[in-house]
């Protein structure tokens, strides 16, 4: 038995086959700054609830896999200082030791996985990141989604990332990459990041069928929804690209590694461009949200 502490709203949309959308925690603690990040989070859950799903924001407190939050909980972790950021490595260890994590996509799918739960939306996964032929750094994210049947609504991958090489990596391990309603593959804060994405379908059903029949068939993993930012609300690459150069090459310089590098990018950028990155960051958000809320509303029609 694992210590999972299931909402009652979201026990209950489980038990009547309602459509949930989970949710992650490390845009919360680690993506954006308080409290614009535990505004988002409010936001984000209500998007859900207006679109006819419920919200289930996954994290670790003291131990307990907590699968949706209480807004009290959601207000604790936003403000919370030192918070874990907790993958695949290090989930079982954080709630061994009764500690407190925020989840990144790669955990949020495992817990959303056995929560029963096969949506998810986000800001934009982990990727392959720039340099990545010198560092190594790959997300765990990609090799989560190869395993772990979640589909994921993502705005892309950020600009921050190597998305050529990260579209590789994908594709090496069998995980659909979808782009919703286009053919390009989405760049997080720019709707095109100039590379056509290799598939594309352009309804919430299409998503929820294709996710089905993988299961149906004996794949493993999930699928990766790219759907681009809302046009007014976009940042254009041009005027971003000069800025994420600067960011990296501070983290360079600073020796920056790891976990902390996407958190250090997001917060440099978000400082660089005098918050306009964090508008299109929460407008992107909950243009996913409510995507994935109608593609649970699809599977909800048809369970695996
Ligand atoms: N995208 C965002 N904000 C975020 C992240 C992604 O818009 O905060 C987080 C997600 O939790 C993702 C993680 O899983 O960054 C990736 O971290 P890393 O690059 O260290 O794998
Ligand atoms: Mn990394």
């Known amino acids: 038995m694992i210590n999972m502490k299931i909402a009652s709203e979201v026990a209950e949309a489980k038990s009547k086959n309602t459509p949930i959308v989970a949710l992650e925690s490390t845009i919360i603690t680690h993506g954006m700054p308080y409290p614009q990040n535990l505004e988002v989070a409010r936001t984000v859950e209500a998007d859900i609830r207006a679109a006819g799903a419920t919200p289930a924001t996954i994290a670790i407190m003291d131990g ?33 030791r009764g500690g407190t994590g925020a989840t990144t996509v790669a955990a949020t799918m495992i817990a959303a996985h056995l929560a029963g739960i096969s949506v998810f939306a986000t800001g934009g996964i982990g990727g392959v990141h720039k340099g990545a032929e010198h560092s190594f750094d790959i997300s765990a994210d990609l090799a989560e989604l190869a395993q772990t049947p979640v589909t994921v609504v993502a705005a892309g991958a950020k600009a921050i990332l190597d998305i050529p090489k990260t579209l590789e990596v994908l594709e090496t391990y069998g995980v659909p990459v979808i782009a919703y309603g286009q053919d390009d593959f989405p760049a997080f804060w720019s709707r095109s990041s100039g590379l056509a994405a290799p598939l594309r379908l352009d309804s919430p059903a299409d998503i929820a069928a ?26 254009a690459a041009e005027t971003l690209g ?63």
Not at 68 to 83: I, K, S, Y
Not at 210 to 235: C, F, H, S, W, Y
């Open 210 to 235: 294709a996710q089905v029949m993988r299961a149906k068939l004996g794949l493993p993993g999930g699928q990766l929804v790219a759907n681009p930012i809302p046009q007014t609300d976009e940042i």
């Open 64 to 96: 307990t896999l907590h699968i949706g939050l209480e807004d009290a909980q959601l207000e604790a972790l936003a403000q919370a200082q030192n918070v874990a950021k907790l993958s695949r490595a290090d989930l079982a260890i954080c709630m061994a």
């Open 242 to 304: 000069p800025i994420i150069a600067q960011a990296q090459s501070e983290a360079d310089a600073q020796g920056i590694s790891g976990k902390a590098v996407t958190p250090f990018l997001l917060a440099r950028i978000f400082e660089l461009t005098d918050g306009q990155s964090l508008e299109a960051n929460i407008a992107l958000v909950r243009n996913n949200a409510r995507l994935a809320a109608a593609i649970a509303l699809e599977m909800s029609k048809s369970p695996a």
